[in-house]
C-alpha cells in the first residue's frame, strides 16, 4: 500500500490553482476591469476605484476566511478527537453570534474590533461548554460528538432567535446566519489580516497540539502544559470564527470538510498537512464564492448557501465512507 504522504509539487499546485482563482474572483463583477488593461496601465479610474474598493478587499478576505476556517476545524477535530467536527457544528459560531447580537443591541456604535473580541469571548464560552460536556459524556461513537456539538448549537441559536424577535434585531441575525462578501469593502474588513497571525500561531504550536490529541496523561509525561495549550488552541479556533463571523458571516462545512479531504489523501501528520489544509480551505471558498456569482449573473447568491450545499454533499459521503471503515 503507497504510503500518504505530502509531496512538494503537491504545495506548488495548490498555490497555483490559488493563484489562477484569485485572477477570476479579481476579474468578476458587473463592472468591466480587464486584469490585462490593469497591467497594462490602460484602466479606469472608475474601475480602479472598484478594484481597491472592493474586488480586492473581497479576494483577500476570501482567502484569509477560507484558509483560517479550514484550520480551526482541524484543530476541533484534533482536539476532541472526531473528524466530524468544526466550529460551525459544535455551538463555537453560534456563541460568536449570540455575542455579536448581544454588543450590537447594547452598544451598536461600537467598532468593528470592539464586537470581534466580544464574539471570541463567547466563542470561547461555548468552547469550553462543548469541551465539558464532551469529557462528562464521553467520545463514545464517531456520531457522538457531532450529535452533542449539533444540540449544543440548537440551544444556543434559540437563545439568539429569542432575542432577535425580542429586540427587532432578526435582520441582524439573519445576515449573520448567511455568509456573505458582496458587502466586503475597504474600510471594514481590515481586521481580517488577524487572521494571518492566527495561521502563523497555528502552524508554531501545530505539534504542542499533535501531542495534546494523545490524551492528558501522555502529553503531560512529554512535559506538555495539557491545559494551557487546550486554552491556546480553543482562543485560536474562537478568534477565527468570530472575525469570519464579523466580517461575512456563517460559513457552514468548511472546517470540516477540507481537514478530511486532506487526510484522505496525504495522511494525518499535521506538520505537513497544515499548509494544504489552509490552502483547500481558500480554494473551496473562493470557488464557492464564484459560482455564487455566475449562477444567477449579474445578481448573486450568498456564499454561505452554495458552500452549505456542496458541503453537505461532501460530509454525507464521508460519513458513509468513515462508518463502512473504507477510510
Given at each position: ?170 435582520s441582524i441575525l439573519q445576515s449573520m446566519n448567511l455568509g456573505d462578501f458582496s458587502g466586503v469593502l475597504q474600510g471594514r474588513y481590515e481586521i481580517i489580516y488577524i487572521e494571518l497571525l492566527l495561521l502563523f500561531a497555528a502552524y508554531y504550536f501545530v505539534d504542542r497540539?499533535?501531542?495534546?490529541a494523545l490524551g492528558k496523561d501522555i502529553a503531560t509525561n512529554l512535559g506538555i502544559n495539557y491545559s494551557l495549550f487546550i486554552l491556546i488552541g480553543l482562543a485560536l479556533v474562537s478568534s477565527i470564527s468570530a472575525i469570519s463571523l464579523v466580517v461575512a458571516g456563517s ?77
Open positions: 500500500m503507497q504510503e500518504k504522504t505530502v509531496k512538494g509539487w503537491h504545495y506548488i499546485s495548490a498555490v497555483l490553482l490559488l493563484f489562477i482563482l484569485c485572477l477570476i474572483s479579481l476579474s468578476l463583477g458587473t463592472e468591466d476591469v480587464s486584469l490585462l488593461s490593469w497591467l497594462q496601465g490602460q484602466v479606469s479610474d472608475s474601475a480602479k476605484e472598484v478594484m481597491i474598493v472592493s474586488r480586492i478587499p473581497r479576494t483577500v478576505s476570501l482567502v484569509l476566511s477560507g484558509s483560517a476556517l479550514a484550520i480551526a476545524g482541524l484543530m476541533m477535530q484534533t482536539f476532541v478527537q472526531n473528524r466530524f467536527v468544526e466550529p460551525s457544528t459544535t455551538g463555537v459560531t453560534e456563541s460568536a453570534s449570540l455575542g455579536l447580537l448581544i454588543v450590537t443591541f447594547l452598544k451598536p456604535e461600537m467598532s468593528l474590533m470592539g464586537k470581534m473580541l466580544f464574539a471570541t469571548l463567547f466563542a470561547l464560552i461555548g468552547s469550553f461548554i462543548l469541551i465539558t460536556v464532551i469529557n462528562r459524556i464521553g467520545k463514545g461513537h464517531l456520531v457522538v460528538v457531532p450529535l452533542i456539538g449539533m444540540i449544543l448549537s440548537g440551544i444556543i441559536g434559540a437563545v439568539g432567535d429569542f432575542l432577535a424577535w425580542q429586540f427587532n434585531l432578526q497540539f499533535m501531542i495534546i460559513l457552514p462545512f468548511l472546517g470540516m470538510v477540507v481537514p478530511n479531504v486532506v487526510s484522505l489523501f496525504f495522511g494525518d501528520h499535521l506538520r505537513e498537512t497544515l499548509p494544504l489544509v489552509a490552502l483547500g480551505g481558500a480554494i473551496l471558498l473562493i470557488v464557492s464564492d464564484i459560482l455564487s456569482r455566475l449562477l444567477v449573473y449579474p445578481a448573486e447568491i450568498p456564499v454561505g448557501v452554495v458552500i452549505g450545499v456542496l458541503g453537505s454533499g461532501t460530509v454525507i459521503i464521508l460519513l458513509r465512507y468513515y462508518i463502512d471503515g473504507r477510510v
